[in-house]
Structures are given as C-alpha cells and as structure tokens.
C-alpha cells in the first residue's frame, strides 16, 4: 500500500461546476497536508494546506481534512479551464523530515 | 524577493559527460530537497539536506551525488551521464518540518 493515495484520473469537469479530488493516506500520526497544483512541465505550486480537522476554504478553493478516516480532499468551485493540470496531495508523516506525495489527479475542465 | 534558482533549466547532453545541476535559494530555509520526475509521472526523491554537511540519500536509487558546503546552494553531480538520466530535476526548500515547500522551476535533463 502506498503512503499516500489519490485517483490518477483523468477527472474530467464541465466548466462552472465543482471538481472533488481525495486522498487517503497511510500514517495515522500525519501532521500537515498540502494541495500543490502542477501545469504540465512546469514545476509544484502550492495551493493550501490543512492542519486540523475540518474544512478550509481559499476563494474557489476548499480543503477538508478527516484524521479518524486518513483522508485529505480538495473541492474546485467553479472549475475553469486554467484548472486544467494535477494536482498533488503531500503530507508530512509523524516521523521524518520528508513530505511524502502522492500520484497526482489529473484534472481536465472542458469548456 | 525570496526565491529558489535552477540552472541550467534546459541541458541537452552526450552519453558520459559529467554535469551539475545547480539550485541556490534566498528564501533562508534550512532543509532542501532534490526530485526526479519523468513526464506525467510522479514525482521522486532523490537527496535531501537538513542543513550544511548534511545530505542523505532519498526513496529512489540514483546515481547522482549532492554536497551541501553553504546553507544557499545544494548542486547535484552525475558523474558520467546516461540516456536513462533524462528527465526534469526539480528542487526545493522547506524551513519547519510542518511548513510548506517550495519548488524551483526545474532543470529538464536530456542525454543523448
């Protein structure tokens, strides 16, 4: 089993509508969990990150974050077409100086 | 403005050069980290640093090496380069182990 999970996709979005994107992960000590997104060639940008339980929200962007159920999401209002990339969830494990990521979701909004 | 540099972004090679890869960051972390990714596929640790003197090897075997003699600069080496080490090597920064991590805008890596 991997550390951290996600759908590879594609997760394919009609503009307008809202992306849900999950992640689980295997170390139920994990501390700090990031959302990056990934245009192609281009390197991981940041988009949020969550400590604690429960949602947070960043203008189109939400995060939700469940510890009981090792599970990290990240919904898309109002998805547009510059969405379009993967999306990249990482979390810091309760031991360790690294992030461990996971595959990626490859999301496509469609016009 | 705080940020993290890659040189060369683009190298294209022959089979058995030695090359480095350059990164140096204003941004004043201590921990620094080298990935490998291959196009649309995931992203893998290579090396990473805690601090000047310090480099362990990452998850995914690889024949480069790193040296970490100032807090800003952390280069990798290949020593004699194969057509198996194309790909993009991206690295980045982190100060706490909670905190965020940057990326710089990645070298892409092609041994002919």
């Known amino acids: 089993q991997k550390e951290v999970e996600q759908n590879s996709g594609p997760l394919s979005v009609p503009e307008g509508a809202i992306a849900s994107l999950n992640c689980t992960y295997s170390d139920r000590g994990s501390q700090s969990f990031f959302w990056y997104r990934q245009y192609s060639g281009k390197s991981p940008e940041l988009i949020m990150f969550?400590?604690?339980?429960g949602d947070k929200e960043d203008g189109r962007f939400t995060a939700q974050l469940n510890k009981a159920s090792q599970y990290v999401s990240l919904l898309i209002r109002d998805s547009q077409p510059s969405d379009s990339a993967t999306y990249l969830c990482?979390?810091?494990?309760?031991?360790?100086?690294?992030?461990?990521f996971g595959g990626g979701t490859r999301v496509l909004v469609k016009p | 403005e705080a940020d993290i540099y890659q040189t060369p972004r683009y190298l294209v090679i022959g089979t058995g050069k030695k090359i480095t890869l350059e990164c140096s960051q204003t941004m004043g972390h201590d921990k620094m980290y080298w990935y490998q990714q291959d196009p649309g596929m995931e992203l893998h640790l290579i090396h990473y640093s805690y601090g000047v003197n310090s480099t362990e090897k990452g998850d995914l075997s690889s024949e480069s090496t790193v040296s970490r003699i100032r807090t800003e600069h952390f280069p990798l080496t290949l020593e004699s380069a194969r057509p198996s080490h194309t790909s993009q090597y991206l690295c980045a920064t982190r100060q706490g182990l909670s905190d965020t991590q940057y990326f710089g805008p990645g070298t892409r890596l092609t041994v002919l």
């Open positions: 969550i400590y604690s339980n």
């Open positions: 990482a979390v810091t494990p309760a031991a360790g100086n690294k992030l461990t």
